[in-house]
């Protein structure tokens, strides 16, 4: 049997964006699909294809493709499924897109995965080479994520990607904020694979460096405790993501130092609490107390990456000056800057569409560079304004400059360059079509 599958690029959907490719530094594989290639069995002859850098060859004999859904590649799923299935090879659909407007997918394909793969995939496949395909089939989203394989890197162009070695140890997050699609659509549960299997398999990797991809290693603090302990022999070198209170536990802090982690993406969002983010601190004033945790971190040699996302219903012009001073007081390393998106399938979504405040449903504008729906406390047009100014002056090459110069303190010289990488390739989306049009 031969199988497809297929990454869809989201700016190939978009016409605005067809010129604009993602920088390599930012660019590394997700598991959804490397995992699905996994859980076939031997004889299942399969093709990965990321269709951001190559072509999808429509002629080639194949058996069955299967596409992972985004909301904002979902319209060039639907296309590259179209001419599948007018060549009448069969199409599954599957992925967080998919899960979220299941009647829309199923349109597009000839079968949809809602949820995740380990419980439905196999299925899939027994049901197809007996010919009785089905329409949906529905993950329970609580499978044992014990003795799991692992996923199928060798099927990668590994020149393509920063990295290939991304690893998942836990799925969830405690949190549930109102804008996240993961909670929204599986739950806040949180589950964890055997930590002696997470360690066999970073073991297992090529090089000395991987990318933790879980939702947030600031939980479940025992788990993550004996991971980073098992994992000081290994001397590797990793990343993260976390939420701000991974500051607020010294033993943890250390363990993440002697572990080899070099680098945490945390999600502050706003410096003020907003309405359905969860993980905002409660203080009077949370940017004291953001300051102490990126202090904590830099005092053990780990870079921070600092997450904010603009677009709440209590923010006012003021916001971006806020941002900015924060952002050069505190020294983080790496800013990155969102606009709130609205994903279906999420709260957010759901409220604003019943208030009557989303402006636009083309998924291929459903980046986190375009404001989709309307603002309480400004005009659209002085919040893109002020947006644009906010990531022009941060993504200067004077700040990007004084960012790498202090951090070569503390990183070696494969980190300062990447470092330096991903701050410039920051510089990639200032000219975003959305902001100026």
């Known amino acids: 049997m031969k199988l497809k599958l ?9 016409p605005e964006r067809m010129g604009r490719k993602q920088p390599k530094a930012h660019r590394y594989p997700g598991l959804g699909l490397l995992t699905v290639a996994a859980l076939c069995s031997s004889d299942v002859n399969v093709q990965l294809i990321d269709d951001d850098f190559e072509e999808i060859n429509y002629r080639d004999e194949t058996d ?4 992972s859904v ?5 319209f060039r799923a639907y296309e590259i499924s179209r001419k599948f299935r007018d060549r009448r090879v069969p199409v599954v659909l599957g992925g967080l897109h998919v899960s979220a407007c299941p009647t829309e997918a199923s349109i597009n394909a000839d079968a949809v995965v809602l949820g995740e793969a380990e419980d439905t995939w196999p299925e899939l496949l027994r049901d197809f080479e007996k ?5 949906i089939y529905r993950s329970t989203n609580n499978s044992d994520l014990a003795n799991l394989p692992f996923p199928r890197r060798s099927l990668l162009k590994r020149n393509k990607y920063i990295t290939v070695n991304t690893v998942q140890a836990a799925r969830g ?3 549930n904020c109102e804008f996240c699609c993961m909670t929204s659509l599986f739950g806040s549960k949180i589950r964890c694979r055997p930590v002696e299997e997470v360690v066999e398999e970073i073991r297992s990797l090529g090089g000395r460096s991987f990318l933790l991809n879980d939702d947030n290693i600031a939980q479940m603090s ?10 000081i022999p290994l001397k590797k070198r990793w990343i993260a993501q976390a939420s701000w209170n991974i500051g607020s536990d010294a033993e943890t802090l250390d363990l993440l130092e002697k572990s080899g982690c070099r680098g945490l993406a945390i999600g502050f969002e706003s410096l003020v609490p907003q309405q359905g983010v969860k993980k905002i601190v409660s203080s009077p004033v949370p940017g004291l107390l953001y300051k102490e945790v990126i202090k904590e971190l830099h005092d053990r040699n780990i870079t921070v990456l600092g997450n904010f996302v ?3 219903d209590h923010e006012d012009e003021s916001t ?3 941002i900015l001073a924060f952002t050069l007081e505190s020294q983080l390393d790496v800013v990155q800057l969102y606009i709130l998106t609205p994903y279906p399938g999420t709260g957010l979504f759901n409220r604003l569409k019943a208030e009557g405040r989303i402006l636009d449903e083309n998924w291929s504008r459903y980046v986190t560079s375009n404001l989709c729906f309307e603002l309480k406390t400004m005009p659209r047009e002085v919040f893109l304004k002020k947006y644009a100014w906010l990531k022009k002056r941060l993504h200067s090459y004077p700040l990007i400059a004084r960012r790498v110069v202090r951090a070569a303190k503390r990183l070696t010289p494969f980190e300062l360059g990447i470092l330096l990488g991903i701050n410039l390739g920051n510089r990639t989306y200032l000219r975003s079509p959305y902001l100026y049009s």
């Open 320 to 322: 971006f000056e806020k």
């Open 222 to 231: 025992g788990y993550y405790q004996e991971l980073f302990l098992r994992l």
């Open 310 to 312: 603009f677009g709440f």
């Open 64 to 67: 069955l493709v299967g596409i």
């Open 70 to 74: 985004l909301t904002p590649n979902a």
């Open 173 to 175: 997050c405690r949190f």
């Open 131 to 135: 010919g009785k395909l089905r329409k």
């Open 6 to 14: 297929v990454f869809p690029s989201s700016r190939k959907s978009d």
